[in-house]
């Protein structure tokens, strides 16, 4: 089939990179246009754009997704589908309508759980066993098309959000490959999302990310891993911001102290942090203004004095 793909991050690569390696013809790539980066804040490409350019292959970068060049010029390109990963634009009627065979969409969740910006966040935060990804098309309500296909991926005990997604984005690109096989050859059909076991997974702020020492061990530590590294876990100390990487939640039991949420207790070789139930030991700490480096370290440069707490 010919083929117009969409995306933009990191995390859209391994299913572009799959489709190039496909029986199938990238005809074209859209992405969102070249951004500010570095402290130089020159114009850089996104990643998909940079793995295209290295292909020769033609990149849209339209400011809206209904910018009627844009559409002029996708429909002289007459794709057969669209295929889609973590594009970052709205697609109206008017682009839906084009391809033969619709745009069908990459999301990392196993739908209906989880639409929305960050699927992958939601699953860990909410503390679920399993997740994965679903092949879909799309609609305009969000995230509500008929799907093609899933993968499942169990989520590990230390998971953060950014491992995850790296296991995701490679399964799924296959995913994204056997649908589009299955489109042409005939051997798939869209199946409506069941009413029941929707959720909504809204993008994550800064806001979000901090840390909330007066929930359980395991709730924070969920919390921590379902913001690493994006946005970031953080929390205040000494009326300053400290981003905080994964931490690791202890079994409450005779040997383990009992801290207040929030107050560290710095040992030879670790430092606690309470909760509401039993403490968290700190991985890595990065102060305002630092380098990220092991608790430990963090705590003998700071010389914690007893009873402070991360807020």
Not at 9 to 24: D, F, G, I, N, Q
Not at 125 to 154: M, N
Not at 229 to 254: T, Y
Request: with cysteine; charged share 25%.
């Amino acid at each position: 089939m010919r083929l117009v793909f969409a995306g933009t991050p990191e995390p859209a690569v391994p299913t572009l990179r799959a489709l190039l390696a496909s029986r199938h013809d990238v005809v074209a790539v859209v992405t969102r246009p070249d951004a500010p980066a570095g402290r130089g804040r020159k114009l850089v490409r996104s990643p998909v754009g940079a793995l295209a350019d290295e292909h020769g292959i033609e990149v849209l970068t339209p400011t809206r997704a209904d910018d009627p060049d844009f559409l002029s010029r996708l429909g002289a390109l007459a794709p057969d589908a669209c295929p889609v990963v973590a594009y970052g634009a709205l697609l109206k009627q008017d682009a839906l309508d084009i391809p033969a065979h619709g745009w069908v969409n990459l999301h990392f969740s196993l739908l209906p759980a989880w639409r929305g910006a960050a699927p992958v966040q939601a699953a860990i935060g909410a503390g679920d066993d399993y997740t994965g990804a679903s092949t879909f098309r799309i609609v305009p309500e969000l995230d509500a098309g008929p799907v093609f296909g899933v993968v499942t991926e169990r989520i590990g005990a230390t998971d953060t959000a950014g491992a995850l997604l790296g296991k995701l984005a490679e399964s799924g690109a296959d995913l994204m490959v056997s649908t589009m096989d299955g489109i042409e050859d005939g051997t798939v059909t869209a199946v409506e999302q069941p009413a029941d076991g929707v959720s909504y997974a809204p993008k994550v702020t800064v806001d979000d990310a901090r840390v909330q020492f007066d929930r359980p061990a395991l709730a924070v530590d969920r919390h921590i891993r379902a913001v690493t590294p994006d946005p970031g876990a953080w929390a205040q100390f000494r009326d300053a911001r400290c981003k905080l990487g994964p931490v690791r939640p202890l079994e409450a039991d005779s040997g383990v102290p009992e801290l207040a949420p929030g107050q560290l207790l710095v040992e030879r070789k670790r430092v606690l942090a309470g909760t509401a139930t039993a403490p968290v030991e700190l991985g890595e700490v990065q102060a305002q203004g630092k380098k990220r480096m092991a608790a430990t370290d963090w705590a003998r440069g700071t010389r914690i004095e007893h009873g402070e707490r991360l807020t």
